[in-house]
């Protein structure tokens, strides 16, 4: 059985800093081989944020995070990681691991595993 669980979320002020955590158990090396980050805001489509290939590290950003958000990949600890920098009171949501297979840019349906979520709140 596969269970995703994040950490790390908070309530920070814009131009502030926060890194989510998020740690899988019972993926296995051929399972899913793309883990990332979804948020989703009040009243918002659940949308994609990140996503990184568990064997390369190869990342994708969608647009209004690149340049301040980074992906990571420990497979050694089975972990996944978001380096959020310059944080803005529109990146606020509630984030969610997932991990799936395919292509990395994909729409919530073809997510296969969700961790519970993490909430993330910018203040300006």
């Known amino acids: 059985q596969?269970?995703?669980?994040?950490?790390?979320?908070?309530?920070?002020?814009?131009?502030?800093?926060?890194?989510?955590?998020c740690v899988a158990s019972g993926l296995t090396k051929n399972m899913n081989s793309i883990m990332g980050w979804f948020r989703q805001a009040p009243g918002k489509e659940r949308e994609e944020v990140a996503g990184i290939y568990r064997s390369t590290g190869s990342p994708y950003y969608v647009g209004p995070v690149k340049g301040r958000f980074i992906i990571t990949v420990d497979n050694a600890k089975n972990a996944l990681y978001l380096r959020m920098n310059s944080l803005r009171p529109e990146d606020t949501a509630m984030y969610y691991c997932a991990a799936w297979s395919g292509y990395l840019a994909v729409a919530p349906s073809s997510v296969d595993y969700w961790g519970p979520g993490t909430q993330v709140t910018v203040s300006s």
Request: glycine share 24%; hydrophobic share 35%.
């Open 2 to 21: 596969v269970q995703l669980v994040e950490s790390g979320g908070g309530s920070v002020q814009a131009g502030g800093s926060l890194t989510l955590s």
